[in-house]
């Protein structure tokens, strides 16, 4: 079946680095990408859309010049965390939707700002 | 490689009728499964199941797990038109991966 996969899984930055994830549809393309931040208590919160060759679509109170977000390729988005800073520490999820209208998760990252 | 099975892909039904959506899984190390509603983008945190056999509920929403046969339902009474949407199965794993399945399409017709 189709997989999105995430990279890094994991990783650890000091405050004010900034850190690139990756999200990566393997077996598909995927012309719509989407960003989440998982909060406490399970919640998911869409942070952005990010289509293919033009720029992504910001939900609102995400800052686009904090969270970059590049799709440069049918296969793979980018979420840049600039400038991070503790709170910014959390689950960061993508997901890819297919030309099926099927929605595919990445793993996630977790990303902690010390 | 970690995996969750939804079933049915999708589902229409009339008013008023009650559905149950399943989710199986096989996982290493497992920690929760989570049910969510997707109805445009954002999925919206249904349950957190964590013990077998403990029903979780909340107004017409149930939501049961069995860790022994690795698979959990999630139960809908008197649906309404309100109910259509994507319904989300997670697995959190011990390193805090999140594996989710492809969803359940539930269209309730009026």
């Known amino acids: 079946g189709a997989v999105v996969s995430q990279h890094p899984s994991r990783v650890i930055c000091k405050s004010g680095t900034s850190v690139k994830i990756e999200c990566r549809s393997l077996d598909f393309q995927a012309t719509t990408m989407f960003w989440y931040r998982q909060f406490p208590k399970q919640s998911l919160m869409l942070m952005a859309t990010?289509?293919?060759?033009?720029?992504?679509?910001?939900e609102q109170g995400v800052e686009k010049d904090k969270f970059l977000i590049n799709h440069a390729s049918l296969t793979l988005s980018t979420l840049t965390v600039t400038s991070a800073h503790p709170e910014d520490s959390s689950f960061y999820i993508c997901s890819a939707i297919t030309l099926a209208d099927t929605q595919y998760f990445g793993p996630g990252t977790r990303l902690t700002v010390l | 490689e970690d995996k969750v099975v939804q079933s049915p892909l999708s589902l229409v039904v009339h008013e008023g009728d009650t559905v149950t959506l399943n989710c199986s899984y096989e996982v290493t190390n497992f920690r929760s499964l989570l049910w969510y509603k997707q109805e445009k983008k954002a999925p919206t945190f249904l349950f957190m199941l964590t013990s077998s056999g403990i029903e979780k509920k909340s107004g017409r929403l149930s939501s049961i797990l069995d860790k022994k046969e690795l698979f959990s339902i999630l139960n809908i009474t008197a649906t309404q038109t309100g109910d259509s949407a994507v319904y989300l199965c997670?697995?959190?794993?011990?390193?805090?991966?999140?594996?989710f399945g492809t969803g359940t399409r539930l269209t309730i017709i009026p």
């Open positions: 997670a697995v959190e794993v011990g390193n805090e991966k999140l594996t």
């Open positions: 990010s289509n293919e060759g033009s720029k992504a679509t910001y």
